[in-house]
């Protein structure tokens, strides 16, 4: 399988604080990658360092083939990402929206013209494309927000707790478009709190403390301690934590 993701040794200090702890592993093209933690546990800073935004203070690290320590803004062009915190500019319309990271992801005009008509069709938001997107539904601007982050392609798309703060309903259906991309070859990296959206993704890695205690598919993780869902590894896992922040 072709690796996207190759990470050796990873490791992030802060002082004398080491946030990230010397972490290895490996993602690969098409598949959801579950990346789980508490608060504190390292998580968001090794997404960063993953998205070109932080640089390592040990180890090494490629993304979709570039070095994310010497090649950050060819990593940036081939990636996707979104947020529970920040996705979309809720004063702007959705055309303005889809334009606006169209252009920062360097689509030519012609080209954000004619995938912003397929997209529209696709997501039912013909009519409103000159809506503000804080009147849409919630449900409506998680759909929208995704969209956007995989508007031009990428290769993969880092989604940072998606779903958080949304009903059950409007999780299910953003989990349909995670394995729509998926099925078209978009790699996508996920971090989640809600444990039952960690049983969706093909393999899971569970942070403690900055180092990976556990990395498997479900099913195996669940057989490995001997519980019957994702939520009790976690716990099981968490439980062994000795810091709070990170």
């Avoid at 200090?13 to 789980?36: M, N, P, Q």
């Avoid at 998205?51 to 570039?66: D, I």
């Avoid at 059950?168 to 959206?197: C, K, S």
């Amino acid at each position: 399988m072709e690796k996207v993701i190759e990470v050796e040794r990873l490791a992030k200090k802060f002082g004398s604080f080491t946030a990230v702890d010397h972490i290895s592993f490996e993602v690969y093209r098409g598949e959801i990658f579950g990346f789980l933690g508490a608060n504190g546990a390292g998580k968001t800073t090794a997404m960063r360092m993953l998205c070109g935004l932080s640089k390592p203070s040990f180890g090494t690290g490629r993304v979709v083939g570039f070095d994310i320590s010497r090649e950050t803004e060819k990593i940036k062009s081939r990636i996707g990402y979104m947020s529970q915190k920040f996705s979309l500019y809720e004063t702007l319309t959705v055309r303005e929206n889809i334009r606006l990271y169209g252009g920062i992801y360097g689509m030519s005009r012609a080209d954000i013209r004619k995938k912003m008509d397929l997209v529209l069709s696709d997501l039912g938001l013909s009519e409103e494309r000159n809506t503000l997107v804080r009147l849409l539904p919630q449900g409506v601007k998680q759909r929208l927000a995704f969209s956007v982050a995989t508007f031009h392609e990428p290769q993969i798309v880092f989604l940072d707790e998606p779903t958080g703060g949304v009903d059950p309903a409007v999780r299910r259906m953003f989990w349909e478009l995670i394995y729509q991309a998926a099925a078209n070859g978009i790699t996508v990296f996920v971090t989640t709190h809600y444990m039952d959206e960690a049983e969706y993704c093909d393999r899971v890695s569970i942070m403690v403390d900055g180092r990976i205690e556990a990395l498997d598919t479900p099913s195996a993780l669940k057989q490995r301690y001997g519980v019957p869902g994702m939520q009790e590894v976690f716990y099981l896992l968490a439980r062994k934590a000795q810091r709070k922040d990170g």
